[in-house]
């Protein structure tokens, strides 16, 4: 097993009455790509906000590195919390300054990181001049400054338009493909399915699933299928052996199959009975489909 | 230490309304230093005119009464460093950046110790200014001048910066319990002009004594100039230990007020 980068146990953040985190264990290991999935509200940002420090839970605890946080635990620990958080009336580079010294990182680090995020065109320019990508992309060069082990990224393509989003998520697993750890919070399933490894769902300050990305679609395939002869099709899956249920939507049957069998095993189930289908949509929305059910499910 | 003055001071160093405020306060503090005497005296050769006995000219430049004169009149421009403070310390919270600072690995406790830079830093222009005026004005108007003529007052410069430092100190704590600067300032305007006027207008001696900001004000007191021992009026021409150390148990509260916001809150 790799070494633990994160360790959380039993964390409660209580706010007055309202159960913010209700115990949480979680731990993260050196090299996932964790997603942290969850509707608004879940917990996702106050546990995050609790292992960066800034904010004081109610109970439990957890440790970085294996070690008791500290301030200079963090120093390893690249991070970015809701939006981007800078001075803007200071240019990128002093803004970056400012992060280096914190970390005690030397100036010549910040060309770099501002190349990676492709600003270094804009290092002169005022922050309270940048748009909403080019600040989230300012944020990320901010948390790899001094080549942390850990970044964690708090919805960071939130509120950008569609080349932004995919210009962070290049940048994401650019940056994990080199081996640093993440911990991504967000609210978009697909987002978690693109880029993650690992997923932890929360839900009300609960952790209700955890586990591989991988495994939560192939536990949950999920396939849509239209013919022709919808009456025949459905006759073909009800006796199929793979199939778990099936749903009659509008135009299509929605089948939910067993464990262990896949889109390709029904195709050839199908096709193997003499029938041909005009519609077969698989994998798109079923972490959604298992997502909705989790946090539907009563725990 | 020294990342610390360079984290805090790249954050208000390259701000343009840091300069002009800070111009504005050297600026008015020169020229009021400067030409507070030749105004008084104005006034008073107006008022010759009419009085039965000569008023003597005032001169509150010579060594070492220039120490005292200086550091009174310069109190009365302290509260523009203290909206400098309230300014840049809401300016943490109003973009968050307290948050990222921490985020980034700035321990609350060192966080705590760069705003106190801040305050030393301009306190210690503060008294720069006051030096610098002092030297050029003190020895262009003093006839006699030896060395301990120039040294035998300036404790008034210590007693000053202190003053001042107490002063801010209680601007950071307020800007740290309201954290928005607008709030901070009306507040703080209202306590100081307001609040503690009723306040030591309605107490007993005993206890109006014991008001913060009147004691720290109350650590220069009014320089006796010769228009007063004309009157025979006679103002403390040292400083009271009882000021001094009551202004500095009010700092250590104050420090600690904003350091204990700094450690327990949630930000």
């Known amino acids: 097993m790799n070494k633990k980068i994160l360790t959380i146990s039993n964390l409660h953040k209580h706010y007055g009455r309202i159960k913010a985190i209700d115990g949480i264990d979680l731990v993260v290991h050196s090299g996932e790509v964790l997603g942290i999935l969850g509707p608004n509200g879940s917990g996702k940002t106050t546990t995050l906000g609790v292992v960066l420090s800034v904010i004081k839970p109610t109970a439990g605890s957890f440790k970085w590195f294996e070690a008791s946080p500290s301030p200079s635990s963090l120093c390893k620990v690249g991070a970015i919390l809701e939006r981007p958080l800078f001075y803007p009336y200071l240019d990128a580079v002093d803004n970056l300054k400012i992060i280096a010294d914190i970390r005690k990182v030397s100036y010549e680090a910040i060309d770099e990181v501002l190349v990676r995020v492709e600003l270094l065109d804009r290092k002169h320019s005022k922050f309270r001049t940048f748009s909403l990508g080019m600040k989230q992309r300012l944020a990320i060069a901010s948390a790899l400054l001094g080549n942390p082990e850990v970044l964690i990224l708090d919805e960071p393509t939130n509120g950008l338009d569609p080349q932004g989003i995919a210009e962070i998520r290049t940048l994401i697993q650019k940056i994990s493909q080199q081996g640093t750890t993440i911990i991504l919070a967000s609210h978009l399933l697909d987002e978690v399915q693109k880029i993650c490894s690992h997923v932890v769902v929360l839900n009300k300050g609960i952790k209700i699933y955890e586990g591989r990305v991988k495994d939560l679609i192939i536990d949950n395939l999920t396939v849509e299928v239209q013919s022709n002869d919808m009456p025949f099709l459905e006759a073909l899956l009800t006796n199929w052996e793979g199939s778990s249920s099936i749903e009659k939507k509008e135009t299509f049957y929605l089948v939910k199959l067993h464990k262990g069998y896949n889109t390709e095993q029904l195709n050839h189930y199908i096709f193997s009975s003499g029938h041909t289908l005009n519609h077969l949509a698989s994998g798109k929305n079923n972490l959604e489909q298992h997502f909705l059910e989790l946090l539907t499910q009563p725990k | ?267």
């Open chain 2, 1 to 267: 230490m020294k990342h610390l003055l360079r984290i805090e001071f790249r954050k208000v160093f390259k701000n343009n309304i840091f300069w002009l405020t800070l111009g504005l306060y050297v600026f008015g503090m020169i020229i009021i230093l400067i030409g507070t005497e030749s105004f008084i005296n104005k006034v008073v050769s107006n008022a010759n005119r009419n009085s039965p006995i000569p008023i003597p000219d005032f001169s509150l430049y010579a060594f070492p009464y220039i120490w005292h004169n200086l550091t009174y009149l310069a109190g009365f421009f302290k509260i523009i460093l203290a909206f400098i403070v309230i300014l840049f310390i809401s300016n943490e919270f109003n973009y968050n950046t307290i948050r990222q600072n921490i985020i980034t690995g700035l321990s609350r406790e060192n966080f705590f110790i760069t705003k106190v830079f801040f305050l030393i830093f301009l306190t210690f222009v503060s008294c720069m200014i006051i030096i610098a005026v002092a030297i050029i004005l003190g020895f262009t108007h003093t006839d006699d001048i030896s060395i301990s003529m120039i040294i035998i007052k300036s404790h008034f410069l210590a007693a000053y910066f202190l003053e001042v430092f107490a002063f801010l100190s209680f601007s950071m704590a307020l800007s740290f319990i309201f954290k928005r600067a607008g709030v901070t300032i009306i507040v703080f305007s209202i306590y100081l002009f307001i609040v503690e006027n009723i306040l030591s207008f309605k107490l007993n001696e005993d206890y109006s004594k014991y008001l913060p900001l009147k004691t720290f004000g109350r650590l220069i007191d009014i320089p006796n100039t010769s228009l007063m021992k004309l009157f025979g009026v006679n103002f403390r021409e040292y400083i009271d230990p009882f000021d001094t150390v009551l202004t500095l148990i009010y700092t250590i509260i104050l420090l600690t007020i904003s350091y204990l916001i700094i450690k327990k809150s949630n930000w």
